[in-house]
């Protein structure tokens, strides 16, 4: 009988523990109103063996500086800013010379808040991936959003205060109203923690830790099924991710805060889009993969 009654036991254990396992793993439910758009709001050009390691000196890259509008039936949230309408007294001030020869910008720049405020379209809440110059130049434009920031990444920002950490005239301004948060011990995608931002797994923050203490990735699943996996600055160009490269030694060197926790995020990444072959995992700065997708007030469903 004590033979039986084991047998159950571990049958309903096994039970028990492979439905947690997939429940870390299910897949979410996709809204049928979300949708999101690339704001393009300025552009420069880089030598692809700076952009990541393997690539070649003698050819250009094109480099984007885009916020990512997203629309979702409880809300819509830009995540990063982009290069914002101060961006030419912000780098002039806390961009340091020996820095600007490689970390630039080309003119014109079209700010996300001009682009938005034609379209008539508010946004309540700005989500950073990190809090580098051309990600969080942008956010003293919207002083009536709410900033959601990690606690890592907030606690970074005041240890480190200018280049290659954040712009003290960028993230000082007290209009900026900020909102600090964590990620939930979830599991998720791979991914140790989570954040569900609307409860449907529509739109989902995963840890990104390397190139800033609290960097963090955005996942959307669309209602077609589509996954898109925004990675902010973990690499700079989609083709490091077939190879697991990262930046050029010297980029690296200089901006990734963690060099080792920059590449085992690489190595994930890269994992995942093994696993996942529809998955389009999109740096924050690769024009050519951004380009197949177009610029707002184009919008992808």
């Known amino acids: 009988?004590?033979?039986y009654l084991h047998l159950l036991l571990g049958l309903l254990l096994s039970f028990t523990v492979s439905s947690a396992f997939a429940d870390t793993l299910a897949p979410p439910i996709p809204s049928a109103g979300i949708a999101f758009s690339l704001i393009k709001t300025g552009h420069t050009h880089a030598q692809a063996g700076m952009v990541y390691s393997g690539g070649s000196f003698f050819q250009k890259l094109e480099i984007n500086h885009v916020a990512v509008l997203v629309q979702h039936p409880r809300g819509s949230f830009l995540f990063d800013s982009g290069l914002g309408k101060e961006v030419a007294a912000q780098y002039q001030q806390d961009m340091p010379w020996w820095a600007k020869p490689s970390f630039y910008y080309?003119?014109?720049?079209?700010?996300?808040?001009?682009q938005l405020d034609q379209a008539g379209i508010t946004v309540p809440r700005i989500i950073l991936s990190h809090?580098?110059?051309?990600?969080?130049?942008g956010l003293v434009d919207f002083p009536e959003a709410e900033v959601w920031i990690t606690a890592e990444e907030r606690n970074w920002d005041r240890q480190h205060p200018g280049f290659p950490g954040s712009f003290p005239s960028q993230v000082g301004p007290p209009s900026i109203?900020?909102?600090?948060?964590?990620?939930?011990?979830?599991p998720y995608f791979g991914f140790p923690r989570s954040l569900d931002l609307f409860g449907d797994g529509s739109a989902v923050l995963l840890p990104l830790p390397g190139h800033t203490p609290g960097a963090v990735g955005l996942l959307l699943t669309l209602a077609s099924g589509k996954q898109y996996l925004f990675?902010?600055?973990?690499?700079?160009?989609?083709?490091a991710l077939k190879d697991s490269s990262p930046k050029s030694f010297l980029a690296s060197f200089?901006?990734?805060d963690d060099r080792a926790a920059t590449q085992r995020a690489i190595e994930l990444?890269?994992?995942?889009?093994?696993?996942?072959?529809?998955?389009?995992?999109?740096?924050?700065?690769?024009?050519a993969l951004q380009d197949t997708l177009g610029y707002f007030p184009q919008w992808v469903r």
């Open 177 to 186: 109203q900020w909102h600090t948060y964590a990620l939930e011990d979830k």
């Open 106 to 114: 080309e003119p014109p720049v079209n700010p996300a808040r001009t």
């Open 1 to 3: 009988m004590n033979k």
């Open 131 to 137: 809090s580098h110059w051309d990600h969080a130049s």
């Open 231 to 239: 990675c902010g600055d973990t690499v700079w160009s989609a083709q």
């Open 254 to 256: 200089i901006a990734d």
């Open 269 to 287: 990444l890269h994992k995942l889009m093994l696993q996942h072959p529809g998955l389009v995992v999109m740096p924050a700065h690769d024009a």
